[in-house]
């Protein structure tokens, strides 16, 4: 998608020698600067191109900085680091500024000379996440103008929230299922019970699945998971996948298939953890779909020697989401959702080397493709 005019509004920068210039104006109020300076949360002052003419301490603790220069002329997603901004007219001039919270909290500050709070999720090249407050002001100072930024780490705040809600919403989700079977299972004929038993077991082992999923994240994000090696073989090991869902797909009148021209290939990798990203990428396939639907699940060995796994599904994401997909705590579904494709992009990229990608189109639909090199 090419970029917007609301992209290009920042593709303008400041010299060094006006960034300088400002520096300055506030350098000189040693009042001001003691007070920037004391304030408990992440304060940067940008000019009207939104380049950093001030930094406090907190913030350039943050982003490792000891020396306020080597901050100033920057961007917030360059101080940050965010995987976005390595673009040749940096942060604010690429398709996802567009749905960034720090350019819309600051957009809408220039545009209203006034007041904007906004709240998002940032991702750094080093597939760190942190989640923002964002707090913008338009202020004139000695006939100069400024935007006062401060930023607060929600992170924790956010997580907690988010991974309560999303646990218990598939707990729940789990047991009412357990139990809605333990209950008809005594008027169920004889002969009839076994199936019964066999989705009951399914069920149980799709509870334990959510359990060791969500602790998974939160070692990951802790950066204390320890990638483990395992030779599978790739058609087993996507069987035994499709296999965990297809009994519960059908209850929804939806099917799960191997597609056809899929290829058996031995690889060596972290099995517990490709298993969490395509068990995800074939949950959020059903859930995108209604009855009736048709789930492919494709494995194929591409020209690099990777693996390549996909899940394909006949609905399409929206333009707008398709630039959060992976943001943490984004959903297309609803608030309590908004972790999948996000542990997907965490667990592939982060820890086995790999790629997660997607493509979504009318008359396509959607196909998820993880990448993972064939160790």
């Known amino acids: 998608m090419e970029n917007t005019q609301k992209d290009l509004e920042f593709v303008e920068r400041s010299s060094q020698k006006e960034i300088l210039r400002k520096y300055n104006v506030i350098a000189n109020n040693k009042d001001l600067l003691i007070f920037l300076n004391s304030i408990v949360s992440y304060v940067a002052v940008l000019d009207m191109n939104r380049q950093i003419v001030f930094a406090n301490r907190l913030i350039l603790e943050m982003a490792g900085i000891s020396d306020v220069q080597d901050a100033l002329g920057k961007r917030l997603g360059e101080l940050f680091d965010c995987q976005h901004s ?3 007219n940096g942060c604010g001039t690429t398709q996802y500024c567009t749905v960034c919270c720090v350019s819309r909290s600051l957009q809408d500050c220039i545009k209203t000379s006034g007041v904007s709070n906004e709240e998002c999720s940032l991702t750094n090249r080093q597939m760190e996440t942190f989640d923002l407050r964002v707090h913008s002001t338009y202020s004139n100072v000695y006939g100069e103008e400024f935007i006062i930024c401060s930023i607060f780490d929600i992170s924790n705040e956010k997580r907690r929230g988010v991974m309560e809600r999303i646990f218990f919403h598939d707990v729940m989700n789990t047991i009412n299922g357990i139990n809605g079977i333990v209950h008809i299972l005594p008027m169920i004929e004889h002969d009839k019970q076994a199936s019964y038993f066999s989705f009951l077991s399914r069920l149980t082992q799709s509870l334990v699945d959510d359990m060791v999923s969500h602790r998974l994240l939160t070692i990951a994000e802790k950066n204390e998971y320890r990638v483990s090696k395992h030779q599978i073989s790739s058609l087993e090991f996507v069987r035994e996948e499709v296999e965990k869902y297809r009994k519960i797909a059908s209850l ?21 953890l490709l298993s969490c990203i395509l068990g995800n990428m074939i949950k959020n396939a059903l859930e995108a779909e209604a009855a009736g639907a048709l789930i492919k699940v494709q494995v194929l060995m591409n020209d690099h020697g990777s693996l390549n796994i996909s899940v394909i599904n006949d609905s399409v994401i929206s333009e707008e989401d398709r630039l959060q997909v992976f943001n943490r705590s984004f959903s297309t579904k609803s608030n309590k959702r908004g972790l999948g494709a996000y542990t997907m992009k965490l667990f592939a990229e982060k820890y086995l080397n790999g790629t997660i990608s997607f493509q979504s189109q009318e008359g396509k639909g959607t196909i998820f493709t993880v990448q993972i090199p064939a160790l």
Do not use: G, H, P, R
């Open 86 to 88: 390595l673009v040749e």
């Open 252 to 272: 929804e009148a939806k099917e799960v298939q191997i597609d056809d021209n899929s290829e058996d290939n031995e690889i060596i990798t972290d099995k517990v």
